[in-house]
């Protein structure tokens, strides 16, 4: 069974920094790309950033230059470093993998269960 686990999320004034980590588990021949997405309340979930199994990055344009997405020697656990916050990165944070598992001729994609970044004012 796979598991995405999240953390680091919480509360702080607009201008900090936060990061958060996702870490996949389970029996996993590869990750393709792994993502962060978000989702406020009344709006769509929207990708935030995502990095490819061969490192490169895509990032929105309202948190470019902003917010940093890697992983770690691993590579089965990716972080979304967010620094200069603003109160509209309030949001659940959701991990997201897309994963080469055993007996699978189809990649697969997994969820985590969200964390809870709040941005104060």
């Known amino acids: 069974q796979v598991q995405l686990v999240e953390s680091g999320g919480g509360l702080v004034q607009a201008g900090g920094s936060l990061r958060l980590s996702c870490a996949a588990s389970g029996s996993i021949v590869s990750i393709n790309f792994m993502a962060w997405y978000r989702q406020a309340p009344g709006k769509q979930r929207e990708v935030v950033a995502s990095i490819t199994r061969g490192g490169n990055t895509n990032y929105a344009d309202s948190v470019k230059g902003r917010f940093t997405i890697y992983r770690d020697s691993t590579k089965n656990t990716v972080y979304l470093q967010m620094n200069s916050l603003k109160p509209d990165d309030s949001s659940v944070y959701y991990c997201?993998?897309?994963?080469?598992?055993?007996?699978?001729?189809?990649?697969?994609?997994?969820w985590g269960q969200g964390t809870q970044v709040t941005v104060s004012s």
């Open positions: 997201n993998a897309n994963l080469n598992l055993p007996s699978t001729l189809v990649p697969r994609t997994y």
